[in-house]
């Protein structure tokens, strides 16, 4: 009859010690120790793969990205270089024009108000282009709104883009105290 090894029972005892300590520690950091090699495996694989695939997040209430985690939609790459559906800079004029006198026809400069003013209309002005459901394209909106007191001022912006795919919609709102300045841009995002 054959005999096999026994380690000994302070091996055992460092042995079981240092994988409850390497649970705990994957634990902390969020890593699952409880799968099996199989699944840790698969799992390895997915992060290998992971990495040649792009990740899209979904905001369902504009402003509140902050609190709550949203899931990730994993997407292959295409590679599509040119968009098949442009970017309606007329539409998003008529947005604009809509938009900035709707919120700003009656209002007096308060710094404060004005202030709160810019993040809510440039959260409901891209909320409305959202809306519009134009694919692949990144949507940054500008809203300046200043004292209107007998100055000047001039408002400049310059952007590294393609100009093939890429564009920007502008709109300027004056009344008795106050003037506003909207700029959205639009880029394509390959």
Known sequence: MEQSWIPPIENIRMSDIAKDKAARLLRKTGSFSSLS???VKAKESRRKQQDSMSTVSYMDDPGHHD???RPTLQMENTYQLHPTKYFPGATVNSIL???LPSYLQEEKYEPELCRQMTKTISEVIKARVKDLMIPR??????IHIGQLNEQSIRIGSRCLWNSNTDTFSSFSFC????????NV??????
């Open 97 to 99: 024009k809509d938009v």
């Open 67 to 69: 609190d709550i985690p």
């Open 137 to 142: 394209y990144k949507i940054i909106v500008l």
């Open 175 to 182: 009344n008795q105290s106050l003037f506003a300045v909207a």
């Open 37 to 39: 090699s199989y699944d």
């Open 185 to 190: 841009f639009a880029v394509y995002f390959e």
